[in-house]
């Protein structure tokens, strides 16, 4: 199947479930999540032999990108882009892909490596794992826990969460982000991984929510630019006043900026390189254009964009939400200005290249 022709059935379920706000009784999108699994989109970027639907990691972004922009209340990023590609990379087995998948960072979780008789690799996990993306909604749970005693990096588990309690905590659009308890929970499946390894899984949960930020970007600029070609004041369209033009030029110059940096950041991750400072660089630049593009949106639509009943907000307090979640643009452009002065002086010239 073409990534074209992905995409257009991705946009043809999701005509069937428009955006709504979510509450403590409907807190994610089951119907939506349930139509996405039966067309095997679920499954897009993971390979056929692990239970996937084959594809590349381009064809999973489009999908995430195309629910993004639609406001989807389902975990299709942490799913897709973040929890099954890391376990697969670890040679952990992977749940159905028609059952949702999580990922969080849980510093704050110690692990404790046992022998109880069911051979080597055996880890318990003790600890509140916080800001779970969707918690309580998906049966299996990724974490990126802090490593054993003595070790370095950290230690991706998977972890049924079936029966862990989830606090009812959520972000700015509603999503779930509370809190998981565990004590002693044994991981389904664990490896320790190193340095390098824990900072790449994290950037690669930082691009995701990249991916995100610029596909509902881009929605945003969109509907301002058709409800600016629209709504008529003094006799004339909105767009036509050079106010508002200039106000729609800047909005789409750092639309722009966040697709190149966004896409480019994928194309490191698809080559299998180092993807951290590319990452790192599309999560900072699009955590700010959120501040641009949001208020730009809203000013331009006036009072009729802040109502519960208009579209806008459904994708403005993602906006909002994201840009804040899998790290700040402060952490993230430490780890770019480090990553950049690694080789020194001489070396910010080809690092600056190599990012971009």
């Keep these: 199947m073409s990534q074209d022709l992905v995409v257009e059935t991705v946009r043809d379920i999701l005509r069937?479930?428009?955006?709504?706000?979510?509450?403590?009784?409907?807190?994610?999108?089951?119907?939506?999540?349930?139509?996405?699994?039966?067309?095997?989109?679920?499954?897009?970027?993971?390979?056929?032999?692990?239970?996937?639907?084959?594809?590349?990691?381009?064809?999973?972004?489009?999908?995430?990108r195309t629910v993004a922009a639609g406001a989807g209340a389902v975990p299709l990023a942490e799913h897709l882009l973040v929890a099954a590609p890391a376990l697969l990379a670890a040679d952990i087995h992977l749940p159905p892909v028609e059952q949702p998948l999580t990922f969080a960072v849980a510093d704050?979780?110690?692990?404790?490596?046992?022998?109880?008789?069911?051979?080597?690799?055996?880890?318990?996990?003790?600890?509140?794992?916080?800001?779970?993306?969707?918690?309580?909604?998906?049966?299996?749970v990724v974490l990126l826990a802090a490593p054993p005693a003595g070790l370095d990096g950290g230690l991706l588990a998977l972890v049924d969460a079936s029966d862990l309690p989830a606090t009812d905590a959520v972000n700015l659009a509603g999503e779930p982000r509370g809190s998981l308890v565990l004590d002693a929970v044994p991981a389904v499946g664990a490896t320790v991984l190193h340095d390098a390894q824990a900072l790449a899984l994290r950037a690669r949960f930082a691009l995701a929510r990249a991916v995100q930020l610029a596909a509902a970007l881009e929605q945003v600029l969109a509907w301002t630019v058709q409800y600016a070609g629209e709504r008529e004041q003094f006799g004339r369209p909105l767009g036509k006043f050079q106010a508002i033009q200039m106000e729609l030029a800047e909005m789409a110059g750092e639309v722009t900026a966040v697709t190149a940096l966004t896409d480019a950041a994928v194309q490191a991750l698809d080559r299998g390189g180092d993807a951290v400072l590319a990452a790192a660089a599309a999560k900072v630049r699009a955590g700010a254009a959120v501040e641009v593009v949001a208020r730009l949106a809203h000013q331009v639509h006036g009072a009729i964009g802040f109502t519960q009943e208009h579209r806008l907000h459904h994708l403005t307090r993602r906006l909002w939400a994201w840009r804040d979640e899998a790290g700040s643009e402060l952490a993230w452009s430490r780890v770019l200005a480090a990553g950049l002065l690694a080789d020194g002086p001489d070396g910010l010239w080809p690092a600056l290249t190599r990012v971009v």
């Design 16 to 64: 069937g479930f428009e955006p709504f706000a979510l509450t403590a009784e409907r807190r994610w999108d089951a119907g939506l999540w349930a139509a996405l699994a039966e067309a095997g989109l679920t499954g897009v970027g993971l390979p056929e032999e692990a239970g996937g639907s084959g594809g590349e990691l381009a064809d999973a972004v489009a999908v995430v």
């Design 108 to 140: 704050a979780v110690t692990t404790e490596a046992v022998d109880d008789g069911d051979g080597p690799g055996r880890f318990l996990l003790t600890g509140t794992a916080t800001d779970v993306a969707w918690a309580g909604v998906g049966s299996s």
